[in-house]
């Protein structure tokens, strides 16, 4: 910021549909803190099977521990050292670093987090991507929401066992 004060943020990605479903931002950001997040989305797009994810402190906590044990989430990290394992999310990062972050001095967290909302938006409902057969990742996410409305297969969350492929 341009008071020389530092700001983390941790974003939520879908690596189905590729949409960024959260960003949370601020000085510090605790394993409790992930896990009030991660409550909300799932009331909102319903339970995943599985999370993966970096071995950062807030996510190895033994609030986030708890939390995935509670809800019968499977947990899983990739390989300290191994960002390839989590390829999507980590170039996800790296756009919103090389794009936003990088060429940005915000006055305040308000202003960070307002900009880089207006970011996320921005990529989930105006950028097109080529494994989504060029479609946005909203735009992917609707479309795979009416597929299984119509074949009668779930009330539109994404709340089963299965995985779907992205086209592509």
Known sequence: MTDGR??????IVDDCT?????RVLDTSISG????RELDRII????KPEAVLSDNGTELTSTAILAWADERRI???YIQPGKPVQN????SFNARLRYELLNEMLFRSLGDAR????AWRHDYNHHRPH???GWLTPAGYAQRWRQNEELEGRSSGAFDDDRIPVPAG
């Open 6 to 11: 530092r700001f983390g943020v941790l974003v």
């Open 18 to 22: 590729r949409e960024c479903l959260s």
């Open 32 to 35: 409790a803190r992930v896990a």
């Open 43 to 46: 009331a909102w797009r319903g």
């Open 74 to 76: 499977a947990w899983r």
């Open 87 to 90: 390829a999507f999310a980590e």
């Open 114 to 117: 307002r900009l880089i909302e």
């Open 130 to 132: 080529s494994k989504l």
